[in-house]
C-alpha cells in the first residue's frame, strides 16, 4: 500500500524485461542495417565473433553466432566501419540489449561486389571466362615465370616448392605490386612482359598470399583480368586463402588456391618422373627382350625344318617330279600321234571314195531332174496337149471361166492360137462332165 494507504501497482524487474524485450524484439527492429565502427573484437574458441559497434554518441554490443560468420569473405578488425545486418535482442539475465548479426559488409564493399559482377556478366558475354579458351599447362616447364610481390611470402613458398619439387627448373620473377590502387597495372605489365620470348619461358604463375576482400581487388579489376586472358603463355592464377575466386581465376588457364598449391601443379616431382621413367624403361626392356626370346625361337625352329637343314633334298626332289612330268607328257604325245598314224593308215584310197561318192550324188541329180523334166508343162504339150488362156492371160480351167464370143488363146507345142468361142457346152469327152469349147 502507499502512503495514503492505497495499494500499489509495481512491474516485476523480469515483467519490466520481457516487456521490453518484445519491444525490442519488434519487426520494426528484427531485421535492419547497422552502421558503425568496430572496437572490442574477440574470436571465440566457439567460432562465434563478438565485437561492439559504436559511433561518436553511443555503443551496442554485437554478437555474430558461427552459424551466420561461416561466409564471411574478409577478417575483422578492429578499426573497421563496417554495416551489420540483423535483429535487436535483449539479454535477460544482464538486462543488456545486444544486436545478432546475420551478415557483415564493410563500408564500401557492397559497391566493390556490385562492380566485380557487372564486370564478371561483361566478360563472360565476351567469351574471355570460355572452357574453349583454356590451354594445357606444360607437363615439365624448364623456365616459370612469377608475377608477385618480391617481398612477399608467395614468391619464397613457389621457389621452395619447384626447387624442392624439381631442382633443374628455372625461375624469373616480374616483381609487381599486388596491393593498393596501383596494383592492378603493375600485375598485368609483369605478364606482358614475362610474355615476351626473349626470356624463353614457358609458363607463368601471378597470384600473392591471402588478405581481406579490399586486399585482393587488383585480381578483379579488368586491366588485370584482360592480362590474364590474353596472355600468350599459359597462366595460373595463384591468390591465396580466399572464399571467393577473383575474376583472374576465371580468365587464367588453371588456378590454384594458394601459391604453394600453384607451384605443386606447375612442376612434377623431380624423383616421380625419374622413377616412373625407370619404370617404362624397364617395362620397354621386358617387352623387348620378350620378343627377342619369341624371334630368336622363331629361327631356331625354322632352322630344324628340312627346307633350311638340306635345301638342296627338295630341290632335286621337284627335279625328279618335273622330268617325270615331261616324261608322262612325251609318252602321252607319242601315243596320241601313234594312234592317228594307225587310224590314217586303215583309211581306204580317198581318191576312190570321193569318186565314188560323186557318181553315187550325180545318179541321184539325174534321177530328180529327169523327174522334174518328166512334170514340165513343156514336156505334157509335147504330149499333144494345149493349154487356153483369156484376153488377161489367165488360165481357163472350167467352163465357168470363159463365155461365147470371147477370145481365147491356146498354146500348143509348137506356138499358140488366136480363137474366138462359139459355143460353150457341158460335155463328158474326158471321162466327167465337162462344157464342150467350140474354137473358131
Same mark, same amino acid.
Given at each position: 500500500?502507499?502512503?495514503?494507504?492505497?495499494?500499489?501497482?509495481?512491474?516485476?524487474?523480469?515483467?519490466?524485461?520481457?516487456?521490453? $524485450?518484445?519491444?525490442?524484439?519488434?519487426?520494426?527492429?528484427?531485421?535492419?542495417?547497422?552502421?558503425?565502427?568496430?572496437?572490442?573484437?574477440?574470436?571465440?574458441?566457439?567460432?562465434?565473433?563478438?565485437? !561492439?559497434?559504436?559511433?561518436?554518441?553511443?555503443?551496442?554490443?554485437?554478437?555474430?553466432?558461427?552459424?551466420?560468420?561461416?561466409?564471411?569473405?574478409?577478417?575483422?578488425?578492429?578499426?573497421?566501419?563496417?554495416?551489420?545486418?540483423?535483429?535487436?535482442?535483449?539479454?535477460? $539475465?544482464?538486462?543488456?540489449?545486444?544486436?545478432?548479426?546475420?551478415?557483415?559488409? +564493410?563500408?564500401?564493399?557492397?559497391?566493390?561486389?556490385?562492380?566485380?559482377?557487372?564486370?564478371? @556478366?561483361?566478360? *563472360?558475354?565476351? /567469351?574471355?571466362?570460355?572452357?574453349?579458351?583454356?590451354?594445357?599447362?606444360?607437363?615439365?616447364?624448364?623456365?616459370?615465370?612469377?608475377? !608477385?610481390?618480391?617481398?612477399?611470402?608467395?614468391?619464397?613458398?613457389?621457389? @621452395?616448392?619447384?626447387?624442392?619439387?624439381?631442382?633443374?627448373?628455372?625461375?624469373?620473377?616480374?616483381?609487381?605490386?599486388?596491393?593498393?590502387?596501383?596494383?592492378?597495372?603493375?600485375?598485368?605489365? %609483369?605478364?606482358?612482359?614475362?610474355?615476351?620470348?626473349?626470356?624463353?619461358?614457358?609458363?607463368?604463375?601471378?597470384?600473392?598470399?591471402?588478405?581481406?576482400?579490399?586486399?585482393?581487388?587488383?585480381?578483379?579489376?579488368?586491366?588485370?583480368?584482360?592480362?590474364?586472358?590474353?596472355?600468350?603463355?599459359?597462366?595460373?592464377?595463384?591468390? /591465396?586463402?580466399? *572464399?571467393?575466386?577473383?575474376?583472374?581465376?576465371?580468365?587464367?588457364?588453371?588456378?590454384?588456391? !594458394?601459391?604453394?598449391?600453384?607451384?605443386?601443379?606447375?612442376?612434377?616431382?623431380?624423383?616421380?618422373?625419374?622413377?616412373?621413367?625407370?619404370?617404362?624403361?624397364?617395362?620397354?626392356?621386358? &617387352?623387348?627382350?620378350?620378343?627377342?626370346?619369341?624371334?630368336?625361337?622363331?629361327?631356331?625352329?625354322?632352322? %630344324?625344318?628340312?627346307?633350311?637343314?638340306?635345301?638342296?633334298?627338295?630341290?632335286?626332289?621337284? =627335279?625328279?617330279?618335273?622330268?617325270?612330268?615331261?616324261?608322262?607328257?612325251?609318252?602321252?604325245?607319242?601315243?596320241?600321234?601313234? =594312234?592317228?598314224?594307225? &587310224?590314217?593308215?586303215?583309211?581306204?584310197?580317198? @581318191?576312190?571314195?570321193?569318186?565314188?561318192?560323186?557318181?553315187?550324188?550325180?545318179?541321184?541329180?539325174?534321177?530328180?531332174?529327169?523327174? +522334174?523334166?518328166?512334170?514340165?508343162?513343156?514336156?505334157?504339150?509335147?504330149?499333144?496337149?494345149?493349154?487356153? !488362156?483369156?484376153?488377161?492371160?489367165?488360165?481357163?480351167?472350167?467352163?465357168?471361166?470363159?463365155? &461365147?464370143?470371147?477370145?481365147?488363146?491356146?498354146?500348143?507345142?509348137?506356138?499358140?492360137?488366136?480363137?474366138?468361142?462359139?459355143?460353150?457346152?457341158?460335155?463328158?469327152?474326158?471321162?466327167?462332165? *465337162?462344157?464342150?469349147?467350140?474354137?473358131?
Amino acid at each position: 500500500m502507499d502512503t495514503n494507504g492505497a495499494e500499489r501497482k509495481a512491474y516485476t524487474v523480469s515483467a519490466l524485461t520481457k516487456a521490453v $524485450k518484445s519491444a525490442l524484439e519488434s519487426p520494426r527492429f528484427s531485421s535492419i542495417w547497422l552502421k558503425g565502427e568496430v572496437s572490442n573484437l574477440t574470436y571465440h574458441s566457439s567460432g562465434h565473433i563478438y565485437f !561492439t559497434l559504436k559511433d561518436k554518441e553511443a555503443l551496442i554490443q554485437v554478437t555474430f553466432f558461427r552459424s551466420a560468420n561461416k561466409n564471411l569473405k574478409f577478417k575483422i578488425e578492429d578499426g573497421m566501419s563496417v554495416f551489420a545486418f540483423g535483429g535487436v535482442t535483449l539479454f535477460e $539475465k544482464q538486462g543488456r540489449y545486444q544486436f545478432n548479426a546475420l551478415s557483415i559488409e +564493410l563500408e564500401g564493399m557492397g559497391e566493390l561486389q556490385r562492380r566485380i559482377e557487372e564486370l564478371k @556478366k561483361k566478360l *563472360t558475354e565476351e /567469351g574471355l571466362f570460355s572452357q574453349e579458351r583454356k590451354r594445357q599447362l606444360p607437363f615439365l616447364p624448364r623456365r616459370i615465370g612469377i608475377v !608477385t610481390s618480391p617481398t612477399g611470402a608467395a614468391i619464397r613458398d613457389i621457389i @621452395k616448392i619447384a626447387l624442392r619439387r624439381y631442382p633443374n627448373v628455372e625461375i624469373i620473377l616480374a616483381p609487381a605490386k599486388v596491393q593498393g590502387w596501383d596494383a592492378a597495372a603493375a600485375i598485368a605489365k %609483369g605478364i606482358a612482359e614475362l610474355n615476351k620470348e626473349k626470356y624463353g619461358i614457358e609458363l607463368i604463375i601471378a597470384g600473392r598470399g591471402g588478405g581481406s576482400f579490399e586486399d585482393l581487388m587488383p585480381f578483379n579489376e579488368e586491366i588485370t583480368v584482360r592480362a590474364f586472358a590474353s596472355s600468350r603463355l599459359p597462366i595460373i592464377s595463384a591468390v /591465396g586463402h580466399q *572464399t571467393d575466386h577473383p575474376l583472374s581465376d576465371d580468365a587464367a588457364d588453371a588456378y590454384a588456391p !594458394t601459391p604453394s598449391a600453384a607451384a605443386e601443379l606447375a612442376i612434377p616431382i623431380k624423383e616421380d618422373l625419374l622413377n616412373e621413367t625407370g619404370y617404362y624403361l624397364q617395362r620397354l626392356y621386358s &617387352a623387348l627382350q620378350n620378343r627377342i626370346n619369341a624371334l630368336r625361337l622363331r629361327v631356331e625352329n625354322a632352322g %630344324g625344318r628340312r627346307v633350311f637343314a638340306a635345301p638342296e633334298d627338295i630341290i632335286n626332289k621337284r =627335279e625328279l617330279i618335273v622330268e617325270d612330268f615331261e616324261n608322262r607328257m612325251i609318252a602321252s604325245m607319242r601315243n596320241t600321234a601313234a =594312234e592317228k598314224r594307225r &587310224a590314217l593308215m586303215n583309211i581306204t584310197d580317198i @581318191k576312190l571314195l570321193i569318186e565314188k561318192n560323186i557318181n553315187n550324188k550325180t545318179h541321184k541329180f539325174r534321177i530328180t531332174a529327169q523327174s +522334174l523334166d518328166n512334170l514340165s508343162p513343156l514336156n505334157v504339150i509335147k504330149r499333144g496337149y494345149a493349154i487356153a !488362156t483369156d484376153g488377161a492371160e489367165k488360165i481357163i480351167r472350167r467352163t465357168a471361166d470363159i463365155s &461365147a464370143g470371147e477370145k481365147i488363146s491356146v498354146h500348143i507345142a509348137d506356138g499358140s492360137l488366136s480363137c474366138l468361142v462359139e459355143s460353150v457346152n457341158k460335155g463328158d469327152s474326158i471321162g466327167e462332165e *465337162t462344157e464342150n469349147i467350140y474354137v473358131l
